[in-house]
């Protein structure tokens, strides 16, 4: 060691010595600048640093996150399309009302936190009861809107229900059922989802739902109607469903073996599907029940139906909405066994008298000309839709009506209507049985009339022979017994004078009919001879 410093360690102070390589000492003003700007530089710099680090750790973070979210999307895709089977049932479609029923029984919008309330419809039972009293229950139903999905328990799987469909307009159901009803907007739908491997869970599932449908409607016939092409927007056919409390076939009054012989036909016909495929003939039955207004005809369909655990599906071919390409449609979606019903068929082919002797009740002004309703439906399209073009086998076809001259051989011919029965007006042995109907000897004394000694029997036949043999149709009778509920002996008293007053009134109309058709300028003769009406001269 140098000796200057031993020295200087000596005296306990430490002068800088200055390295060669060293610059020399700035100005004083000089130093202090540049030790500002370093400082600040450095501040920047290593604030700089940090700032970027951590954006991108930031970047890094949020990508992983990202990365994490989409996996666990995609694996929660890849699950939810693997591991779970969902199904759409549309309104409008007979599935739709098992499905309805189902939800409603498994009580599946309990959570709901959204209702409409309404008064209490006998028909509606998709609702809530949000209180336990009687009284509440009577009078206020809250029907839910349905918006959330919800989740359920079937069977030990998790089902997940949801459904969409606007709701006309406003956003509230109408109606017995959660869809839009006649008041527009898109079919409603509710989609199933099943949340297992096993595919045929499903299947369970709805056919739990078919199951429990029939069950409840066990009473009932349950009759679906086709009220309008655009009630539920294209594809809907079926938008409106009855139920009616199922009719013994011993309350309709014909003559002995009619009805039997059409239920065994019927229920033949149902049993021997592979007869049918055997003998290469297609597996499906018509039938037309002709004859004056009010003798059964209808009644004897519903009551078969009943009898037979059939579903009807009715339509009128008097509808605007009805064309051929909806009756193609329609008649398709019946499923089958079910009852396919054409009410007074010959409407869709209106003779020309009928815009001289109208009979859909419009009353005529003196001189007025109203155009018969005609239908949009052709008769080659109803052919098809009988010979089953398109449709599935295994269908009863019913149809009715007053005027079978009407009707085109083409449509009479066997494969197409296979069975005609005809009704007629009631006969003295039709009469004493309705009679009977009203006031059975169960209910009534051995003496309904205590005066003569006798009993109903003989009431009853006193009522036919009170009643002219094939004038009256038997709802004409009915509606003359209605008021006399419980007078069976007022009844068969009074029934002579109700003939004759009736006749009477017969008479006047055709009086005024007759009159009318006198008073209306006739222009021409029809091609069937008969005269016809100023502004028909096309026809
Ligand atoms: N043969 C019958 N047996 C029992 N009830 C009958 C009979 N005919 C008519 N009725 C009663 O009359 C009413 C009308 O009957 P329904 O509608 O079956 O007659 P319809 O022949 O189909 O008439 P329309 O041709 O006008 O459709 C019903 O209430 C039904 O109970």
């Given at each position: 060691?140098?000796?200057?410093?031993?020295?200087?360690?000596?005296?306990?102070?430490?002068?800088?010595?200055?390295?060669?390589?060293?610059?020399?000492?700035?100005?004083?003003?000089?130093?202090?600048?540049?030790?500002?700007?370093?400082?600040?530089?450095?501040?920047?710099?290593?604030?700089?640093?940090?700032?970027?680090?951590?954006?991108?750790?930031?970047?890094?973070?949020?990508?992983?996150?990202?990365?994490?979210?989409?996996?666990?999307?995609?694996?929660?895709?890849?699950?939810?399309?693997?591991?779970?089977?969902?199904?759409?049932?549309?309104?409008?479609?007979?599935?739709?009302?098992?499905?309805?029923?189902?939800?409603?029984?498994?009580?599946?919008?309990?959570?709901?936190?959204?209702?409409?309330?309404?008064?209490?419809?006998?028909?509606?039972?998709?609702?809530?009861?949000?209180?336990?009293?009687?009284?509440?229950?009577?009078?206020?139903?809250?029907?839910?809107?349905?918006?959330?999905?919800?989740?359920?328990?079937?069977?030990?799987?998790?089902?997940?229900?949801?459904?969409?469909?606007?709701?006309?307009?406003?956003?509230?159901?109408?109606?017995?059922?959660?869809?839009?009803?006649?008041?527009?907007?898109?079919?409603?739908?509710?989609?199933?989802?099943?949340?297992?491997?096993?595919?045929?869970?499903?299947?369970?599932?709805?056919?739990?739902?078919?199951?429990?449908?029939?069950?409840?409607?066990?009473?009932?016939?349950?009759?679906?109607?086709?009220?309008?092409?655009?009630?539920?927007?294209?594809?809907?056919?079926?938008?409106?469903?009855?139920?009616?409390?199922?009719?013994?076939?011993?309350?309709?009054?014909?003559?002995?073996?009619?009805?039997?012989?059409?239920?065994?036909?019927?229920?033949?016909?149902?049993?021997?599907?592979?007869?049918?495929?055997?003998?290469?003939?297609?597996?499906?039955?018509?039938?037309?029940?002709?004859?004056?207004?009010?003798?059964?005809?209808?009644?004897?369909?519903?009551?078969?139906?009943?009898?037979?655990?059939?579903?009807?599906?009715?339509?009128?071919?008097?509808?605007?909405?009805?064309?051929?390409?909806?009756?193609?449609?329609?008649?398709?979606?019946?499923?089958?066994?079910?009852?396919?019903?054409?009410?007074?068929?010959?409407?869709?082919?209106?003779?020309?008298?009928?815009?001289?002797?109208?009979?859909?009740g419009i009353p005529h002004l003196p001189g007025a000309h109203i155009p018969a309703p005609r239908s949009k439906v052709t008769l080659s399209g109803l052919l098809n839709v009988i010979d089953g073009v398109g449709s599935e086998e295994g269908k009863l076809f019913f149809a009715t009506t007053n005027h079978i001259d009407r009707l085109d051989a083409a449509l009479l011919r066997p494969g197409r209507i296979d069975r005609?029965?005809?009704?007629?007006?009631?006969?003295?042995?039709?009469?004493?049985?309705?009679?009977?109907?009203?006031?059975?000897?169960?209910?009534?004394?051995?003496?309904?009339?205590?005066?003569?000694?006798?009993?109903?029997?003989?009431?009853?036949?006193?009522?036919?022979?009170?009643?002219?043999?094939?004038?009256?149709?038997?709802?004409?009778?009915?509606?003359?017994?209605?008021?006399?509920?419980?007078?069976?002996?007022?009844?068969?008293?009074?029934?002579?004078?109700?003939?004759?007053?009736?006749?009477?009134?017969?008479?006047?109309?055709?009086?005024?009919?007759?009159?009318?058709?006198?008073?209306?300028?006739?222009?021409?003769?029809?091609?069937?001879?008969?005269?016809?009406?100023?502004?028909?001269?096309?026809?």
């Open positions: 060691m140098p000796l200057h410093s031993l020295l200087d360690q000596i005296r306990g102070r430490t002068t800088p010595r200055l390295r060669p390589e060293q610059p020399p000492p700035k100005a004083p003003g000089h130093v202090a600048s540049s030790l500002g700007l370093s400082s600040i530089g450095s501040t920047f710099s290593q604030l700089s640093q940090s700032y970027i680090g951590s954006s991108i750790k930031l970047l890094l973070l949020g990508s992983l996150i990202e990365t994490g979210r989409r996996a666990f999307c995609w694996l929660i895709d890849r699950f939810g399309v693997r591991y779970s089977t969902t199904v759409r049932f549309t309104q409008g479609d007979p599935s739709y009302e098992w499905i309805v029923l189902f939800l409603t029984q498994e009580n599946v919008w309990r959570r709901s936190r959204e209702f409409v309330v309404s008064a209490s419809n006998s028909r509606r039972k998709w609702a809530v009861r949000a209180s336990s009293d009687a009284t509440v229950k009577a009078n206020a139903e809250y029907v839910p809107t349905y918006k959330t999905p919800q989740l359920f328990r079937w069977r030990g799987y998790w089902v997940e229900v949801k459904r969409s469909g606007n709701v006309g307009g406003g956003d509230v159901d109408v109606g017995p059922y959660p869809y839009p009803g006649p008041y527009g907007g898109e079919a409603g739908s509710i989609y199933i989802t099943v949340y297992t491997l096993d595919m045929n869970v499903l299947s369970d599932l709805v056919e739990d739902a078919r199951l429990r449908y029939l069950e409840v409607n066990r009473p009932n016939v349950v009759i679906h109607l086709s009220d309008s092409q655009n009630h539920y927007g294209p594809g809907q056919t079926w938008t409106t469903v009855k139920h009616k409390i199922r009719r013994p076939l011993s309350s309709i009054i014909l003559p002995p073996g009619v009805i039997d012989t059409l239920v065994q036909d019927a229920q033949e016909f149902l049993n021997t599907e592979n007869w049918y495929i055997e003998a290469g003939i297609p597996h499906r039955r018509g039938y037309l029940l002709h004859g004056p207004p009010g003798t059964g005809k209808t009644s004897t369909i519903y009551a078969l139906a009943g009898a037979l655990n059939l579903e009807i599906y009715s339509l009128s071919l008097a509808s605007h909405a009805v064309d051929d390409s909806f009756l193609q449609r329609a008649a398709s979606s019946i499923p089958k066994h079910g009852l396919l019903l054409i009410e007074d068929i010959d409407c869709a082919f209106a003779s020309r008298d009928d815009d001289i002797y109208p009979n859909h005609k029965v005809a009704y007629g007006l009631t006969t003295p042995a039709q009469a004493h049985a309705l009679f009977l109907r009203f006031f059975p000897v169960a209910r009534f004394p051995v003496f309904a009339d205590p005066e003569k000694a006798t009993g109903v029997d003989a009431l009853a036949a006193a009522f036919a022979a009170g009643v002219p043999e094939e004038l009256f149709s038997t709802a004409e009778l009915q509606g003359f017994l209605q008021g006399y509920k419980t007078r069976p002996v007022e009844a068969a008293h009074g029934v002579s004078a109700w003939v004759e007053a009736e006749l009477a009134e017969r008479r006047e109309r055709e009086r005024r009919k007759e009159e009318r058709r006198r008073r209306t300028p006739m222009v021409g003769v029809g091609l069937d001879g008969l005269p016809l009406p100023e502004g028909n001269k096309n026809v």
